[in-house]
């Protein structure tokens, strides 16, 4: 792809990572690969209705010690996210079903057997009495009719409303064109390779209580679990060893993790529960599930002035913890206005409880509706201007002359070029050579189509940002600790966790930039509260720019130590000599890194009087110098060709121009953008778990919940910017996130263009063949005009 | 998901395989490549009491060509079709090289697909569209069904509890015999939302078409078929009033992709 690497091992270079070659040969640990001596497998008897009332639970005869409810377990507390939003209500999740069943799925009764096979044969024979109540499915119904209540002390249905009018009125009435949309995303799960899990085991010899998890979180896990168990947080330690992806389904407390820890709280054995695919698809459906009713105003060239938007988010049944459910509403708030320079916006967001799983933070997080929403509104706007939406959304991009930029939402963009990642997109894809051919047909009888999409993606965002969604957890400094061993290799440790980014490597080559140390000689500990500096963790493309900010400012730490002992050992003045490249230089000579640990690990005689005692490690806090995020953006770009006879979309090439400030590792880089957007296509144009009128999810197998594979993913063309952010080391921004943002926003603008002849325009995902078709049908029958 | 308990054994020939499934009084289920039943068993919607897996006797593994027809015994796998197996016969590898993916390939038989008789699967609308023989065998020997009317419903056969199927008899396309199979699939490798598949065989006066995918058994399409064999086409109304005909309920979206499916393997043959 296009960025030059930097040679070397530090930053910019595409050094392969270090975690491959366990993954390629198998070598991998994951929690299903762990066994434990005496070690009981969970499984759980799991709501078959959305919505009921418990009235009895009989367990199966002779099932004592293996089968519990809620009230087996009184010390554990209910999950409870409280959140300083205005207006939010309280959810309270029982790690059991208490009184109530809330969806499908929602866990009853654990159960325990030597075998997951023999704790799910104990499983079903527990009898549950319900008394069904009606479900509540369709988010709209839910906040207008308050008659049925998913939580009854509520007043309502609604977590949350969230306002904000800025100027909206004196920008609106300046436009000559007024464009409406109503827009919508399916509900989607997040399907990691693996799911969820936790092993709990009591240590003795330590007095802790260990979990073993599949967690992005280690050290939220820990504070979470504690206070849920009532225990002090040094009685509990999180490893979370190899996890086979997150995407923000693991950063959370589930019920599940509450139940084995107290189990192996109770009974001092080893008690784990593997989360399989038809629980995840089943009562891990709960991510995407926007509906937007939008107005633009614009001028008649198209300039936006103002947006009036109404936005439900369909929150599911919990609220969860740390991250409660108005992240998303605060999130899609803030963000709609993406990468435009506009100065109108009104929006109100309603965030809903429904009898579905809850809601919960996707790669992402409320960007991939609010690009799709807004991209889709900005083709809309050129169309009702006859004018390319290329054209539109280049003259609306925030220009980097007005760089920083606070936009109308209050957001602080610090860096960047937006116009030219989307006029370097328009020459990659080679617009002409498409028109050329959407204008000569194809043989086979597909309509071809471009489209974009850009988006501005805040990452890295810390106290102030999180402060004001409210939540019960707030990041601030990230520490790293970072030791030289007697060998002169260094040992980094950091409070994230790495579960598919890289970062073994690409923190490696943070510390080689600075130490240079050979990147195979700097070990990375992550996941593990027993031996690593607290963090919030891994989310929010926050982990290169905060903990590796640490990591950068801790190596920094060590030089004037390295330099003093140095100096000594070559007999030369401090100030005569300089560390370099991995030695200390006086114009006499130079001494390795490997002899200056020598020298204080186990030749003390060797060191000066005037040693600093705080030796050849150092555990250094950071974080950037402006808190509000560092904002990664992007154009994306495709081709497709539509089957109007199938209603199969072909993506014929894709483009991604995007700027990540500094680049760590281009190819770790490219390969975050690749699974995000392949993660993006599933939401574009497969993924979709749908619930009849009874709260029943339709889809509990990959063969009903479609995801894309191989085949399914075109080669993606990857093209990078490098505009530093201003506030933090290296000018790296994150971009974890970035590939699942505008998929489904560039896909569903392509389409459209080619069906523009046809009159028809798609604005809800997933879009499947046959919605296609029957919008191309539907079309047919009603006279041809303009869609505007 | 894991299976709840059952027995297991692994009869050597079909006569050992019959006398187990007999013993069990309709509580077994003959197991060969698992493709079909093997998820079933972990979502615990099949719960057979004993699994007589069928898939180690060397009589159902047989492929012989018998002149006019080839044979091929049910526990053929997918990939041995693919990886030509059969020589001459381009249509079977055709076929097979679209079943699923790779590794269900390897482990799925032909056999296996049509006694599980999913409607959407590729055996059951191309063997009946080859006017090919179910060899059944059974506690008082061997009976043959044709295949297209094997399966009388979706996930249902002529099969009974104490009988399994031992090969297909799939007669030779004539010189000259023209063929197509087109199935639509959102995705490489899942079953497809429909399909439809063609001969023409003028040396054998025969022209058989079958739409599959449907909520039932493949459906002939023997008016259509008989256009094309006379006209070389057939008109989007007309086949659009034969699925209505023999699968009345298709919304039009549903209508229209089984309607395309028919059309593109008209183009194809």
């Known amino acids: 792809m296009s ?23 198998g ?135 969230l306002q904000l009018d800025n100027g909206f009125d004196e920008c609106s009435k300046k436009a000559d064109v007024v464009v409406k949309r109503e827009i919508e995303l399916s509900r989607q799960s997040m399907n990691p390779m693996e799911g969820k899990g936790t092993l709990a085991v009591w240590d003795d010899r330590a007095n802790q209580l260990v979990l073993h998890s599949s967690s992005q979180t280690p050290h939220l896990l820990r504070v979470g679990v504690a206070r849920f168990l009532r225990l002090n947080e040094e009685q509990v330690r999180v490893i979370a060893p190899d996890v086979g992806g997150g995407f923000g389904y693991k950063c959370i407390v589930f019920p599940e993790d509450l139940c084995v820890a107290w189990l192996a709280l109770k009974y001092r054995k080893p008690f784990r529960y593997v989360e399989d695919r038809r629980e995840h698809l089943v009562a891990g459906a709960n991510s995407r599930q926007h509906h937007y009713n939008l107005t633009a105003y614009a001028s008649k060239e198209g300039r936006l002035l103002a947006l009036d938007a109404e936005v439900t988010i369909d929150g599911g049944a919990y ?23 506009f100065r109108g916006y009104r929006v109100k967001t309603y965030c809903v409880a429904t009898n579905k799983p809850g809601f919960l933070p996707y790669r992402g997080v409320a960007r991939t509706g609010v690009c799709f929403a807004m991209e889709l509104m900005i083709d809309a706007i050129a169309r009702a201007v006859n004018r390319d939406p ?159 900010g640490a990591v950068v400012n801790a190596c920094r730490e060590l030089i004037p130590r390295f330099v003093r002992i140095g100096a000594h050992l070559l007999k030369a003045p401090e100030a005569d000599c300089r560390f370099e490249n ?44 402006r808190d509000t995020g560092a904002f990664s953006y992007a154009s994306h770009a495709v081709a497709v060709a539509v089957d109007p006879e199938t209603g199969q979309v072909e993506i014929l090439d894709y483009v991604v121009v995007e700027d990540c400030g500094t680049l760590v590792n281009p190819m770790v880089v490219e390969g975050q953008a690749i699974g995000g957007i392949a993660q993006g296509i599933g939401t574009a144009l497969y993924e979709e778990q749908q619930y009849d009128a009874n709260g029943q999810p339709n889809a509990s197998t990959l063969a009903d919940y479609l995801i894309p594979g191989p085949t399914e993913i075109p080669a993606i063309r990857i093209f990078h910017i490098e505009s530093p952010s201003p506030y933090t080391e290296f000018g790296m921004k994150g971009m974890g996130e970035g590939g699942a943002i505008a998929p489904p926003a560039v896909i569903f603008n392509a389409v459209n263009d080619a069906l523009r002849p046809l009159g028809v325009e798609v604005r809800d995902t997933p879009l499947t063949p046959e919605k296609l078709l029957d919008a191309i049908e539907r079309a047919k029958a009603v006279p041809k005009r303009e869609a505007a | 998901m894991k299976p709840a308990a059952f027995d297991y054994m692994r009869p050597r020939d079909v006569g050992e395989a019959l006398k187990a499934l007999r013993g069990a009084n309709g509580e077994a289920k003959p197991i060969a490549g698992g493709q079909s039943l093997g998820p079933m068993l972990n979502l615990r919607l099949a719960r057979p009491k004993l699994l007589v897996d069928v898939s180690r006797i060397d009589s159902l593994k047989e492929i012989k060509d018998e002149g006019d027809a080839w044979r091929i015994g049910a526990c053929v ?62 506690p008082a020997g061997s009976r043959e069904v044709r295949a297209d009317a094997f399966m009388t419903a979706a996930f249902t056969t002529v099969l009974a509890d104490d009988e399994i199927v031992e090969s297909v008899r799939v007669p030779k396309p004539g010189a000259g015999a023209r063929w197509g199979y ?36 493949p459906q002939p399409l023997d008016g259509v078929a008989r256009a094309v064999a006379q006209e070389g086409t057939a008109s989007a109304d007309m086949i659009a009033a034969a699925l209505a005909r023999l699968a009345p309920g298709l919304g039009p979206a549903a209508r229209k992709l089984r309607v395309t499916a028919v059309q593109r393997a008209i183009l194809q043959s």
């Open chain 1, 3 to 25: 960025a030059e690497a930097r040679p070397g091992q530090g930053v910019g270079a595409r050094v392969p990572r270090k975690e491959d070659a366990r993954h390629l040969h």
């Open chain 1, 27 to 161: 070598r991998g640990l994951f929690v299903p690969d762990m066994m434990l001596p005496g070690q009981r497998e969970v499984a759980f008897l799991r709501s078959p209705l959305a919505h009921a009332r418990i009235a009895a639970v009989r367990k199966p005869p002779g099932s004592e010690g293996r089968v519990f409810v809620r009230g087996d377990m009184p010390e554990v507390l209910p999950i409870v996210a409280p959140s300083t939003l205005p207006t939010f209500k309280l959810s309270e999740q029982h790690h059991l079903a208490y009184g109530k069943v809330r969806f499908v799925g929602e866990p009853i009764a654990c159960c325990v057997g030597r075998t997951r096979a023999e704790a799910e044969d104990l499983a079903e024979q527990v009898e549950v009495d319900f008394e069904e109540l009606p479900a509540l499915v369709d988010a709209h119904q839910a906040r207008l009719d308050p008659s049925i209540r998913v939580h009854e002390e509520w007043s309502d249905n609604l977590y949350l409303t």
């Open chain 1, 319 to 341: 609220s969860n913890w740390p991250f409660t459910i108005g992240l998303e509403p605060g999130q899609a708030t803030g963000n709609l206005p993406g990468p435009y320079d």
């Open chain 1, 390 to 548: 290329y054209e539109v959304r280049l003259q609306n991009l925030v220009r980097p002359e007005q760089m920083p930029y606070d936009n109308v939402a209050r957001k602080h963009y610090d860096s960047g070029d937006y116009p030219r990642a989307l006029r370097m997109a328009r020459e990659k894809l080679d617009v002409e050579k498409w028109r050329e051919r959407q204008k000569r047909g194809e043989p086979d009888k597909r309509i071809i189509g471009i489209g974009f999409a850009s988006y501005c993606e805040q990452s890295a965002h810390g106290t102030s940002v999180f402060a004001a969604w409210g939540l019960p957890m707030t990041p601030g400094y990230d520490q790293a600790a970072v030791r030289l061993t007697a060998g002169g290799g260094l040992e980094v440790r950091i409070g994230v966790q790495s579960h598919g980014q890289g970062m073994e490597t690409t923190m490696a080559q943070l510390a080689h930039q600075v130490l240079g140390i050979d990147v195979a000689r700097v070990q990375v500990v992550h996941g593990d509260t027993g031996t690593t500096p607290f963090s919030t963790g891994t989310y929010a493309s926050r982990s290169m720019v905060m903990s590796g």
């Open chain 1, 582 to 625: 991995g030695a200390v230089i006086a114009p006499s000579g130079s001494v390795s890194l490997k002899d200056i640990a020598e020298a204080w690990y186990m030749r003390p005689e060797r060191l000066p009087e005037n040693v600093d005692r705080a030796g050849l490690e150092a555990s250094v806090a950071f974080k950037p110098k």
């Open chain 2, 77 to 138: 796998t997918h990939a041995q079709l693919e990886d030509k197996a059969l020589p001459g016969c381009e249509l079977l590898a055709h076929v097979a090289r679209r079943v699923a993916y790779r590794a269900v390939r390897n482990r799925g038989t032909v056999g296996g697909s049509l006694a599980h008789a999913d409607p959407a699967a590729d055996w059951p609308l191309v063997l009946a569209a080859l006017d090919a023989v179910v060899r059944v065998a059974g």
């Open chain 2, 182 to 217: 087109y199935k639509f699939c959102r995705k490489t490798g899942e079953f497809p939302e429909a399909a439809a598949a063609l001969l023409l065989d003028p040396e054998r006066r025969t022209a058989r078409l079958f739409a599959g995918a449907l909520d039932r058994p």
